[in-house]
T-cell receptor, first 113, second 111 residues
């Protein structure tokens, strides 16, 4: 049982380049999320999805796009990377009720130079 | 507007003693509060939760206390162990909503 898998684990981008982060879960969870973690800022929600084909903006959505074409996958795209997007990105999934908690992936460390 | 705040960036405790991590929130609509633990180079893992209708939840060495009138919760770890050294995140949310996380507190337990 893999849980939540994120690829890649590390990436270095040049300013202006684009990339897609992939998140896959095998727990049949309805909800999926993308967070970023920055020093002193905790985990901030970028975008989330409450089901296949749906997406919604979180707290810090600017500069990112997402898609959820299949229930098990949630993609995070950066169209034109900026140094301010240097961060550690975490994907998570959950059942519909929040009290069951989230299952997080191991993260993607992205550096934009 | 930071809805969940952890005002102590770090906490240092001796092995065997109690660790108390604190968290304040502003959103009175939160139904649940959850604590997560994070080791370096890993994703956060769920530790313990509490419903807004309870004031205490216990799971082994971990106990979470909720004071709704003060909009404050705390996580107690007794006794603390070196393996508990990690970043602890407090979070809150509504029943079918999404979680809002605090900034995290780095706990160091010295042998």
């Amino acid at each position: 049982n893999a849980g939540v898998t994120q690829t890649p684990k590390f990436r270095v981008l040049k300013t202006g380049q684009s990339m897609t982060l992939l998140c896959a879960q095998d727990m049949n969870h309805e909800y999926m999320y993308w967070y970023r973690q920055d020093p002193g800022m905790g985990l901030r929600l970028i975008h989330y999805s409450v089901g296949e084909g749906t997406t919604a903006k979180g707290e810090v959505p600017d500069g990112y796009n997402v898609s959820r074409l299949k229930k098990q996958n949630f993609l995070l795209g950066l169209e034109s990377a900026a140094p301010s997007q240097t961060s550690v990105y975490f994907c998570a999934s959950s059942q519909t009720r929040i009290n069951y908690g989230y299952t997080f992936g191991s993260g993607t460390r992205l550096t934009v130079v | 507007d930071q809805q969940v705040k952890q005002n102590s960036p770090s906490l240092s405790v001796q092995e065997g003693r109690i660790s108390i991590l604190n968290c304040d929130y502003t959103n009175s609509m939160f139904d649940y509060f959850l604590w997560y633990k994070k080791y370096p180079a890993e994703g956060p893992t769920f530790l313990i939760s509490i419903s807004s209708i309870k004031d205490k939840n216990e799971d082994g060495r971990f106990t979470v206390f909720l004071n709704k009138s003060a909009k404050h919760l705390s996580l107690h770890i007794v006794p603390s162990q070196p393996g508990d050294s990690a970043v602890y995140f407090c979070s809150g949310g509504t029943s079918y909503g999404k979680l809002t996380f605090g900034q995290g507190t780095i706990l160091t337990v010295h042998p």
